[in-house]
């Protein structure tokens, strides 16, 4: 069964600091992975995907995230924390043949305090 | 503007009374979906249409309905056989979902809050 991992529920980081929120997943085949972003009160943004090709993938907002299959991890990133990146971040992966479902299966999130 | 909107904002429900919630969506997406969100729990899947007057259950579908009689509509009704409806709930849509197309994003609504009273 597919899965995906957020090991830390918090990340604290200071403004202008570069910033990680960790992603793992467990998936059979090549998978599809997804990063979005909550706001308080406020829907799921969509960040960036990985689908196929360069490991590296740059989305909205100045991030990016790296896709590494010997490790099974999806790592979203950003060289310099704003105090407007607050914000929960949900690591979410699809399987290749997830059938006529498309389903994806999301982390349980990751809350990001980025501190002035 | 494109978008998928969701109503009402905040909605409280009583003791053994149903409620529903609207999700309308004008992106011309052929599947929809709704989610809760239970704090620490992340976002679990309640139900989600692949096409008109098909859909199917999700992981948590005990205690919900929906229906599809047009694209674009996807309601969801808290039946007052959900024993814990207190949640956000998120409907969210994405263009053809068969298989191949894996990699197609799903499009989220600024959710609903519903709360027992």
């Known amino acids: 069964a597919q899965s995906v991992a957020q090991p830390e529920d918090q990340v604290n980081v200071a403004e202008g600091n570069p910033l990680t929120v960790k992603c793992t997943y467990s998936?059979?085949?090549?998978?599809?992975l997804f990063w979005y972003v909550q706001y308080p009160n406020r829907g799921l943004q969509f960040l960036l995907k990985?689908?196929?090709?360069?490991?590296l993938v740059k989305g909205s907002y100045g991030f990016e995230a790296e896709f590494n299959k010997s490790q099974t991890s999806f790592h979203l990133k950003k060289p310099s924390a704003l105090v407007s990146d607050s914000a929960l971040y949900f690591c979410?992966?699809?399987?290749?043949?997830?059938?006529?479902?498309?389903?994806?299966?999301f982390g349980t999130g990751t809350l990001l305090a980025v501190q002035p | 503007d494109g978008g998928i909107t969701q109503s009402p904002k905040y909605l409280f429900r009583k003791e053994g009374q149903n409620v529903t919630l609207s999700c309308e969506q004008n992106?011309?997406?052929?599947?929809m979906y709704w989610y809760r969100q239970d704090p620490g729990q992340g976002l679990r899947l309640i139900y989600y249409?692949?096409?008109?007057?098909?859909?199917q259950k999700g992981d948590i579908a005990e205690g919900y309905s929906v229906s599809r009689e047009k694209k674009e509509s996807f309601p969801l009704t808290v039946t007052s056989a959900q024993k814990n409806p207190t949640a956000f709930y998120l409907c969210?849509?994405?263009?053809?979902?068969?298989?191949?197309?894996?990699?197609?994003?799903?499009?989220f609504g600024e959710g609903s809050w519903l709360t027992v009273v």
């Open positions: 998936v059979s085949g090549n998978p599809y």
């Open positions: 969210a849509s994405t263009l053809t979902p068969g298989g191949g197309i894996s990699g197609n994003t799903i499009y």
């Open positions: 990985y689908i196929t090709g360069d490991n």
């Open positions: 979410a992966v699809r399987a290749p043949n997830g059938g006529a479902t498309n389903k994806l299966i």
């Open positions: 992106l011309n997406h052929d599947a």
């Open positions: 249409s692949q096409i008109v007057n098909d859909f």
